[in-house]
């Protein structure tokens, strides 16, 4: 059975200065060991996915967190440093702090065992 690699909310609302939700440097720091896994696991033949924060405009989420990550906007796309390495068929949008609640994640994952 193949490895799989879940990547969360590696996005540029949460990464690149300016969004409404920017961690921060030090949040940044992450990503060349991210991108080092990313390329060592692709290598190995695993599964990569990539779980993206994806709301509504009117998400109620929205009510408790400034607006970040609506669909469609910039902010719900991959950084550039790992852009490379997701593509629209590994991509698993969600719209809650689960990237299993209301996504295909689980069946994905099932469909990888032997």
Known sequence: MP???LVVDMLR???EPGHNLFCGDTARGIIPNVRELLIRESEAGSQLLFISDHHDPDDLEF???PVHCVKGTE???V???LAEFANGSNV???NRYSGFYNTG??????L???
């Open 75 to 77: 902010e719900t796309h």
């Open 63 to 65: 009510q408790v967190f």
């Open 13 to 15: 609302g949460f990464l």
């Open 3 to 5: 490895n799989a690699v």
């Open 105 to 110: 994640l689980a069946q994905r994952l099932e």
């Open 112 to 114: 990888l065992k032997p």
């Open 79 to 81: 950084i550039p440093e």
């Open 92 to 94: 698993v949008p969600k």
